[in-house]
């Protein structure tokens, strides 16, 4: 799990083929296939294969170039990441209108605090599928770039190509209120992380905390985790909770999360970038190695306020075991 390994990704139309070409080519040139996966929605395939590459009997130059040409005889498109590409740590934020989301990151990298001393990240771009969000951006003198039709939807080959053009690394969703499609999702497939406002897997979709309220939960919640085709269900990183009040309307458990929201995509990120945790069938593991400075769950008062006792075929402790002759 925790490796490195050169990652390569195949995104395009589906046809028969595909995946004999790209790991025959992969094993002429003696690189080892440690994971595959594949995937097609909408018509776009998608083959993420992780491969141990220490060993190849080709130089990076040349592999990318042979996995280039492979790609235009075939017409899809071939990426490869190698370890040490993971060092860019280049942000881009996605925003629709809510501040308080693309603020906190933003201002964490204006203090120097998106990653540890020694190590470098920056949020280059902010890019929108509305408008609103462009004097935020300039405060923090970021290029912002509308990429929506006026009505919130989104021309992803312009977004794509301003991914590309910035070099992204990482894209943040602070509460972007548009589903991507598999056309982007499959080219950053484990480099997306969404804040979405809800304990997942409980009441995916929109309207989150609506549903909350609707349901009559007394304790709500926030969730950080990575994005894939399916909404709201790809790997958890983190998650935050909060009370609801007898009587709370939306907006008081709007006002209670949105804080909640803004710090654990702010610590899921930081998580990202110090490759402090992995992505491992299907969920998400902090690595062996890693001491990891941030809150995943409960914060530490809350594990403390909880009961550990009784448990089920474990007798009490003898300071509350219950008088003799009681029922």
Do not use: C, W
């Not at 402090?276 to 890693?290: K, L, M, P, S």
């Amino acid at each position: 799990m925790t490796r490195e390994l050169t990652e390569i990704t195949v995104v395009g139309g589906d046809k028969t083929g595909l995946i004999a070409r790209v790991t025959s080519l992969l094993f002429e040139r003696g690189i080892n296939i440690e994971d595959l996966d594949q995937a097609v929605r909408e018509g776009v395939f998608r083959m993420t294969t992780r491969v141990d590459a220490s060993e190849m009997e080709t130089s990076r130059g040349e592999l990318r170039r042979a996995l280039a040409e492979l790609g235009r005889e075939l017409d899809v498109d071939i990426q490869v990441r190698f370890p040490s590409d993971r060092d860019a740590r280049r942000i881009a934020l996605l925003v629709t209108k809510e501040t308080h989301a693309p603020e906190a990151l933003l201002e964490a990298e204006a203090n120097g605090d998106l990653v540890d001393d020694g190590e470098d990240a920056e949020i280059p771009v902010v890019i929108g599928n509305r408008g609103d969000l462009r004097s935020l951006a300039e405060r923090y003198d970021k290029p912002f770039y509308d990429v929506g039709d006026g009505n919130g939807n989104t021309d992803e080959g312009r977004l794509l190509d301003l991914l590309a053009e910035y070099e992204v690394d990482l894209i943040a969703l602070a509460r972007y209120m548009r589903i991507l499609s598999p056309e982007v999702v499959f080219r950053y497939e484990g480099r997306i992380i969404n804040v979405h406002p809800s304990l997942l897997p409980a009441f995916p979709g929109a309207e989150a905390y609506r549903q909350a309220k609707d349901a009559g939960v007394r304790i709500a919640g926030v969730t950080a985790h990575y994005v894939t085709t399916d909404l709201d269900q790809g790997p958890v990183i983190a998650q935050r909770s909060f009370d609801v009040p007898a009587g709370a309307d939306v907006d008081e458990i709007k006002r209670r999360g949105q804080p909640l929201e803004a710090d654990v995509l702010l610590d899921a990120v930081r998580l990202h970038l110090a490759d402090a945790i992995a992505i491992h069938r299907g969920t998400v593991h902090v690595r062996e190695d890693d001491d990891v400075d941030a809150q995943l769950g409960l914060s530490e008062a809350a594990i403390d306020a909880n009961p550990d006792e009784p448990v089920d075929g474990e007798p009490l402790s003898r300071s509350e075991t219950p008088p003799a002759g009681s029922d």
